[in-house]
C-alpha cells in the first residue's frame, strides 16, 4: 500500500530525508503468528523508519507483532486488562499515524514507541496534559552543533543504556521502575518504599549519571 | 544562547518516565524548548524508557487479545495530517502558550503591588501551584522560603540570586531549605514561570497576613 504522506514539515524532515537512503533495505521475512519468534529489537528501528516512508501495512505488522504485547503489560501495569488492550491499540495506531516523523538517527524505535504510549497512558489514567516541546515552535533554540548523539549511531546507544540498566544497583533499578511503571510520583515512590523523599531523588540522579556515563563524557551540568 | 541553568536529573527522569506531575512539566517542557542541552539529557533518559519496555514482562494476562492486529489493521487508514499552527515569532515557548491561550502580550495580569504583578495557570494535577510572575526591573520578589520545592523558570530579563544570575531559559530549583532573595535586573521587568507544591511562605508577617488575600 502506498499512500502519499503530507505531513507537517519540521526540522527532522531536513536529516529525515537523506538518512534512509543510506540504510539497507529491510528483508520482507514476514514474521507468522508467533509472538516470540519476533525480530530483534535492532532491526525494529529500520522497519518502522522503512513504515514512515512507504506505509507499507505488512512491514507495520511485524512492528506491531514485535511492540504490541510490550506496550499492552507497561499498560496493564497502571490500569485494568480491559483498557491496557484500548491502550495499546491506541497506542498502535498512533505509531502508524505518526510513522513519517520518526527518526531513526534520533532515537531507537523502543525510545519513540515508549514515549507515544506514555503520553496515551497520562491522558487516559491521570487526566492531565504532558506538555511538550514542539521544534516548529518560533521561541524554540535549536541546538548550535549537530546532536553529540549522531556520532554513535542511535541503536549503538541504545544497546549502551540497556547494558547500563542492567548494572544500576538493585535500589536504583527499583526506583526507576516505580517512576517508569508504576506511574509513582516522586513522593508515592518515597512513601511505598518508606524512604525520605531526599533518598528518592538522590537514587534517580545515581541511576541518571550511570547511563550519562555510557555516552561518553557529555557536559557537565553546574 | 544556551540557558546555563539547567533542570535537574531526578525532575527530567521523571518527566521522561511520565510520573511528573503537570505543574512542574510544564516548567520541565518551557525549558527544554530553550535549552539543546537537556534536550539531549531528556533523549538519554527516554532511551532508558525504551529499554524498559522493550524488557518488560508480558504476563500471560497481559497478551494482546487474538484479534488485536485485525481491529487495528482496520483502523490503519492515510495518516491524519498533524500540521500545527505556529506564529511567526514568538516570546513565550509553545508550552506555555498553550494554556495561556497566546504570548505575553495576551497574559492578563493581576497586580500583586508594587508594580508586580502575578497570573494563575491552572493545571489538572491537584499537587502544584503554577503562575506567571512579572517583577519589576530592580525590585526584589518578597523575601521567602518554601514549605516544599519551588522552580522558578525565566522567560523575559533576568534576576539575581545571591551571587547567580538566572537569564531567560534558566532554571532555579530551590527547596524548602532556601531563603532567598531573587532581585530583577536594572535594565528589564523580569517575567517568570514559578512552580512550587505549596504555598509560599513569606517571612514578614505582614506579607504572610495579606497572603491569602493576594492569593500568592
Sequence with gaps: ?222 | MTPRHHIGDDLLLSYAAGSLAEGWSLAVATHLAMCPVCRERLALAEAAGGQLLETLDAKPEAAPEPGSWAAVRSRLGDAPALVRKQPQTAILPSPLRDYIGGDVDAIKWKALGKGAAQLRIRTGDGETQVRLLKIPAGKPVPEHSHRGRELTLVLCGAFDDGEERFARGDIEDADASVQHVPTATKDEDCICLAVTDAPLRFRSWIVRAVQPILGI
Design chain 1, 1 to 222: 500500500m502506498s499512500v502519499d504522506v503530507s505531513i507537517a514539515t519540521g526540522s527532522w524532515q531536513k536529516q529525515f530525508i537523506p538518512l534512509p537512503l543510506r540504510r539497507p533495505v529491510v528483508r520482507r521475512n514476514r514474521v507468522k503468528s508467533v509472538m516470540n519468534d519476533t525480530p530483534t529489537s535492532v532491526n525494529m528501528s529500520e522497519l518502522l523508519a522503512q513504515v514512515g516512508r512507504t506505509r507499507d501495512v505488512e512491514l507495520f505488522e511485524q512492528v506491531f507483532r514485535y511492540f504490541a504485547p510490550r506496550v499492552k503489560a507497561y499498560m496493564a501495569r497502571t490500569g485494568s486488562p480491559g483498557s491496557a488492550e484500548e491502550l495499546m491499540q491506541e497506542t498502535m495506531v498512533a505509531v502508524w499515524n505518526k510513522s513519517a516523523m520518526y527518526d531513526p538517527s534520533k532515537g531507537a524505535a523502543s525510545t519513540w514507541i515508549f514515549a507515544i504510549a506514555r503520553n496515551l497512558r497520562i491522558d487516559a489514567y491521570r487526566r492531565e496534559k504532558h506538555p511538550e516541546y514542539d521544534p516548529d515552535d518560533p521561541a524554540f533554540q535549536p541546538a548550535a552543533e549537530p546532536a553529540a548523539d549522531t556520532t554513535l549511531e542511535a541503536e549503538e546507544s541504545a544497546v549502551a543504556v540497556r547494558a547500563a540498566l542492567k548494572t544500576l544497583p538493585a535500589d536504583q533499578a527499583e526506583v526507576l521502575r516505580l517512576a517508569f511503571f508504576e506511574d509513582n510520583s516522586q513522593s508515592a515512590i518515597a512513601e511505598a518504599l518508606n524512604l525520605p523523599l531526599g533518598t528518592v531523588k538522590s537514587r534517580m540522579r545515581l541511576a541518571f549519571a550511570k547511563l550519562r556515563g555510557v555516552l561518553g563524557p557529555k557536559e557537565t551540568l553546574e
